[in-house]
């Protein structure tokens, strides 16, 4: 994909959780572009003839592998790792599952389903049956460098290094600041997605295996708290032209005022189009955003849910 690029890593290179004690698939200097070969989520598990019941069969000691670690040479505790996100180059063939057990909803929706995806890599938007279409967005889920504290740390929580951040905005284009809290930072990067909501409700998003180009500076001694990044311009441009449908929660638990958002958005949706509300859920958490919309009225916040209208048009 990136001809210009100084090495592939391939995604027979990967590992599960991160652990500084990882030895480097390879070593580069400040300024090098790479392309990284990122499985989906599933680790491969899910294909283009998947089912249902492949859900419930999964290795989810096999979910989230990352590509790398790599070893960005200078890099020192106190540093910040800046991530030029440049390209990515997706597949073709996604998926979106509602898991048991695992997402916003987990209590109201405890039976599997899938939703398998197929869209065209020139990125034009994804079909969902005959309810509408998903405009697609491919961003790294899974994002970061080693943590300091020794031992394996599970991939599943995002972390002040990064990790599963299942940022949408980590797109092409983007610059990601990360800490670097071990030598040689030991990045990875993988659980690449074709499209996501932001909040990824129902715990996936359209999970897809991509390339992803990137590229490496330092700054020495910033000292960042936690992760940042700057966008090259509008974050929401492919869903904003046609408005959006809003549901809101209020009340004073920010997680239950979410869940109540997409819990009506949900209804709502099922009602208009007649879908089974499994798949309004699934379609809520590839499309639509969570936003908090007020948090300083005490004591009630107001969470919003919002539907992009597009998908429908």
Request: glycine content about 10%; overall charge negative; aromatic content about 8%.
């Given at each position: 994909?990136?001809?210009?690029?100084?090495?592939?890593?391939?995604?027979?290179?990967?590992?599960?959780?991160?652990?500084?004690?990882?030895?480097?698939?390879?070593?580069?200097?400040p300024?090098e572009?790479?392309?990284?070969?990122?499985?989906?989520?599933?680790?491969?598990?899910?294909?283009?003839?998947?089912?249902?019941?492949?859900?419930?069969?999964?290795d989810?000691?096999?979910?989230?592998?990352?590509?790398?670690?790599?070893?960005?040479?200078?890099?020192?505790?106190?540093?910040?790792?800046?991530?030029?996100?440049?390209?990515?180059?997706?597949?073709?063939f996604?998926?979106?599952?509602?898991?048991?057990?695992?997402?916003?909803?987990?209590?109201?929706?405890?039976?599997p389903?899938?939703?398998?995806?197929?869209?065209?890599?020139?990125?034009?938007?994804?079909?969902?049956?005959?309810?509408?279409?998903?405009?697609?967005?491919?961003?790294?889920?899974?994002?970061?460098?080693?943590?300091?504290?020794?031992?394996?740390?599970?991939?599943?929580?995002?972390?002040?290094?990064?990790?599963?951040?299942?940022?949408?905005?980590?797109?092409?284009?983007?610059?990601?600041?990360?800490?670097v809290?071990?030598?040689?930072?030991?990045?990875?990067?993988?659980?690449?997605?074709?499209?996501?909501?932001?909040?990824?409700?129902?715990?996936?998003?359209?999970?897809?295996?991509m390339?992803?180009?990137?590229s490496?500076?330092?700054?020495?001694?910033?000292?960042?708290?936690?992760?940042?990044?700057?966008?090259?311009?509008?974050?929401?441009?492919?869903?904003?032209?046609a408005?959006y449908?809003?549901?809101?929660?209020?009340?004073?638990?920010?997680?239950?005022?979410?869940?109540?958002?997409v819990?009506?958005?949900?209804?709502?949706?099922?009602?208009?189009?007649?879908?089974?509300?499994?798949?309004?859920?699934m379609?809520?958490?590839?499309?639509?955003?969570?936003?908090?919309?007020?948090?300083?009225?005490?004591?009630?916040?107001?969470?919003?849910?919002?539907?992009?209208?597009?998908?429908?048009?």
């Amino acid at each position: 994909m990136c001809r210009d690029c100084s090495y592939t890593i391939h995604r027979s290179n990967h590992h599960f959780g991160w652990n500084n004690a990882f030895a480097p698939v390879k070593t580069i200097t400040p300024g090098e572009r790479l392309t990284f070969e990122c499985q989906d989520s599933s680790g491969g598990q899910m294909t283009p003839t998947s089912v249902v019941a492949d859900i419930g069969a999964m290795d989810f000691g096999k979910i989230n592998p990352v590509t790398g670690p790599v070893y960005i040479d200078g890099a020192e505790p106190g540093d910040a790792l800046v991530v030029h996100i440049e390209e990515f180059d997706p597949c073709g063939f996604g998926w979106t599952a509602n898991i048991p057990g695992f997402g916003l909803l987990a209590d109201q929706f405890t039976e599997p389903a899938l939703k398998l995806w197929s869209y065209d890599k020139s990125l034009a938007p994804a079909a969902w049956s005959p309810h509408g279409k998903v405009p697609l967005k491919p961003f790294a889920g899974t994002i970061g460098v080693a943590p300091a504290a020794p031992g394996l740390h599970s991939v599943v929580p995002p972390r002040r290094v990064g990790g599963n951040l299942d940022i949408r905005d980590l797109a092409a284009g983007t610059t990601l600041y990360l800490p670097v809290e071990v030598a040689g930072a030991l990045f990875s990067v993988g659980d690449t997605h074709a499209a996501q909501g932001d909040g990824e409700v129902c715990g996936t998003a359209i999970e897809s295996r991509m390339d992803v180009t990137l590229s490496f500076d330092l700054i020495k001694g910033a000292n960042l708290r936690t992760p940042r990044f700057s966008t090259p311009g509008p974050v929401t441009r492919h869903l904003d032209v046609a408005g959006y449908e809003v549901t809101t929660g209020i009340g004073s638990d920010l997680f239950e005022a979410a869940r109540h958002a997409v819990a009506d958005m949900v209804e709502l949706l099922a009602k208009r189009t007649g879908m089974a509300a499994v798949d309004a859920y699934m379609l809520c958490s590839v499309a639509g955003d969570l936003r908090i919309s007020e948090i300083v009225d005490q004591p009630n916040w107001v969470v919003s849910f919002y539907f992009p209208n597009i998908v429908f048009n």
